[in-house]
């Protein structure tokens, strides 16, 4: 899943199972590095029932503000796949599966939300059936029924319209190569989804997908009746199912909620509903806001900011409680588009590249977001600490006059003289802007050109989202974390030829070889593939490098002093905005 950040993206969740099909397989870290997770006893709990535990001191009523300098760039469940759409639609819609947060130290836990269990696989392990529960309604009263939920999953096949969401349904569904969604000619009759009755939902499988109930936790599990799909508008007017509905969305800018009269807490383990009303005010100034968080004057106090703390902001905090800490597994990374940058280029990028600048000038902070060596992070089943020379996430690059001259040297012996670096970045953000300046004035020192193009903050993650976009660097994902704690939810994903047609390629890598041999892991039980992605991982970078480590992120958010229960969700790396109060509403 790609991060909040356009700068680096991220996704989900760090528990111990690889699958639900082991839920007591407590891998944990014994890798060394910065552990930002950590093995748990329970990983699944099929029987949870709602309504969620009530948070201790808990008040209802008032109106919590998110001052976001990021923009989401969608809030159709069908195309929603960075960790902060994810996490701010959990409060509006409900899906098959769902995280419980249990005990100080927040231990995701999977549960069911709108099935009554965890789904039940046939002995082949290629059809899954989910019971679901009875009485659920949309936010204007009409019923939930089990042909909401296949009409979301054949939506989800309609590539071309939602080009950003999650793909595995196309890499593991029975057909799902194939099938082109229920906008074209048949397309209704996917025979991929069944609904034998009202309340049961049956999904078939191409090849064994143990990690489906992890997976349907997404917001394209959410149900969407066919007669109110409005395409692209959907995300206008979607139908709710959790605690709040859309009041008024306007894109790139402001997002509304209100609270919904038809969410039923008895049939919800996860989710509360505190606050009367949620505004999201999108692409903000970082440090302003910031500001007025830790601030916390009037209105401020009732505010949260879901970016980390800018390092230079740490010595304004007078109250370290105004800070939400927490694990975020994930390793930002800088993408190059191998099929335009030589592989013998990519080599000398690396070689040029000012880390240690580049964290300085990017605000970062030492314990929060350490140097990364490796593409899987520490908290991920199957991690192993390795350094491969000059990509460790450190070092002054061209900062150092005899590095830069040793790389422009050797650029010409290449026949590369000036070789062109182009990528997108925010003119809105200064501190995209300041990145950007000062990369540019290192690569040119190592004797690169640069074309560094400026487009609006709020448009970023379409630009940089375009697979065949005109540039060579920084095409998202530029950063990952589990989709759920397995390198099935990395490799696969990020690393295969038809990435790119998915959407989610890194480095947008071409190599057979390379495909056969990940396929061959993931045909392996989740215990066999512990061994196995470590191997991968170190291939990828030493044979590959279609990307520079960077750092490993973990959570640092500002919150308002008035504002209750603000925790860090390690299955997003985010608040957990539904179970979040005001002291004083």
């Given amino acids: ?25 407590n891998s944990g870290n014994n890798g060394g590095g910065n552990n930002v997770g950590g093995a748990q006893e329970k990983a699944i709990d099929a029987t949870a029932k709602g309504p969620a535990a009530e948070v201790e001191g808990a008040k209802k009523g008032g109106t919590i503000t998110v001052l976001s300098d990021v923009t989401p760039d969608t809030f159709d469940p069908t195309n929603t796949y960075y960790t902060d759409g994810n996490q701010i639609e959990k409060l ?16 995701p836990v999977l549960v069911p939300d709108l099935a009554e269990d965890l789904g039940t696989k046939s002995e082949d392990g290629l059809t899954w059936t989910f019971k679901l529960k009875q009485g659920i309604k949309y936010h204007d009263g009409t019923p939930v029924k089990a042909e909401d939920f296949a009409y979301a999953i054949k939506r989800s096949f309609a590539h071309d319209l939602y080009d950003a969401g999650p793909t595995y349904q196309q890499q593991f569904f029975l057909d799902g190569d194939k099938y082109k969604g229920p906008y074209v000619a048949g397309g209704e009759n996917y025979k991929g989804v069944e609904t034998p009755d009202d309340h049961t939902l ?15 936790a997404f917001p394209m599990f959410t149900p969407i009746p066919k007669a109110k799909d409005t395409q692209k508008n959907y995300e206008q007017r979607p139908m709710s199912t959790g605690p709040y509905m859309v009041q008024s969305y306007n894109p790139g800018s402001q997002l509304k909620l209100t609270k919904n009269p ?42 949260v900011n879901y970016s ?32 335009k940058i030589p592989l013998e280029v990519r080599k000398l990028i690396a070689k040029a590249h000012p880390y240690d600048g580049w964290r300085k000038v990017a605000g970062l902070n030492p314990t929060d977001d350490p140097p990364a060596s490796t593409i899987l992070p520490p908290a991920v089943p199957g991690f192993d600490k390795y350094e491969l020379p000059g990509l460790t996430g450190t070092g002054k690059g061209a900062e150092d006059d005899a590095v830069a001259k040793e790389v422009k040297d050797e650029l010409t012996k290449l026949g590369k003289a000036n070789f062109e670096l182009s990528w997108y970045y925010s003119i809105d953000d200064p501190i995209s802007t300041r990145t950007t300046q000062f990369r ?6 190592a004797g690169f050109k640069v074309r560094a193009i400026g487009v609006p903050k709020a448009k970023i993650r379409t630009f940089t989202g375009d697979q065949n976009a005109p540039v060579n660097i920084g095409k998202t994902p530029t950063g990952w974390c589990s989709d759920w704690p397995s390198g099935t939810s990395w490799f696969p994903v990020l690393f295969k030829s038809d990435a790119i047609e998915l959407g989610n390629s890194v480095g947008q890598l071409q190599d057979k070889a390379l495909d056969a041999q ?20 170190k291939e990828i970078l030493d044979k590959h490098l279609p990307v ?38």
Avoid at 322 to 337: A, F, N, W
Avoid at 440 to 445: R, T, V
């Fill in 518 to 537: 990940i396929d061959a892991i993931t045909a392996k039980s989740p215990d066999e593939q512990l061994k196995e992605w470590k191997n991968i991982d």
């Fill in 440 to 445: 540019k004035q290192m690569f040119e020192k």
């Fill in 308 to 339: 980390n703390l800018d390092v230079s902001l740490l010595p304004e905090v007078k109250d370290q409680a105004q800070l939400v800490k927490g694990p975020s597994p994930c390793t930002i990374m800088y993408t190059m588009d191998t099929r």
């Fill in 1 to 25: 899943m790609q991060w909040k950040r356009i700068t680096a993206v991220a996704a989900t969740v760090m528990l111990a199972a690889v699958a639900c099909g082991s839920p007591s397989s």
């Fill in 548 to 585: 520079l480590p960077l750092y490993y992120s973990s959570s640092n958010m500002p919150i308002g002093k008035n504002i209750g229960n603000a925790i860090n969700d390690p299955t997003q790396g985010l608040f957990e905005f539904t179970s979040m109060y005001l002291k004083q509403p």
């Fill in 92 to 107: 509006f819609f409900r899906t098959l599966t769902q995280y419980r947060l249990d005990g100080p130290d927040h231990k």
């Fill in 202 to 216: 049956v999904i078939k499988l191409a090849k064994k997908f143990d990690d489906l109930p992890f997976y349907a």
């Fill in 262 to 303: 038809h969410w039923d807490p008895n049939t919800d383990p996860v989710r509360h509903q505190y606050v009367d009303n949620w505004d999201f005010k999108f692409a903000q100034d970082t440090l302003k806001v910031q500001r007025q968080v830790l601030a916390s004057s009037g209105p401020d106090a009732n505010a």
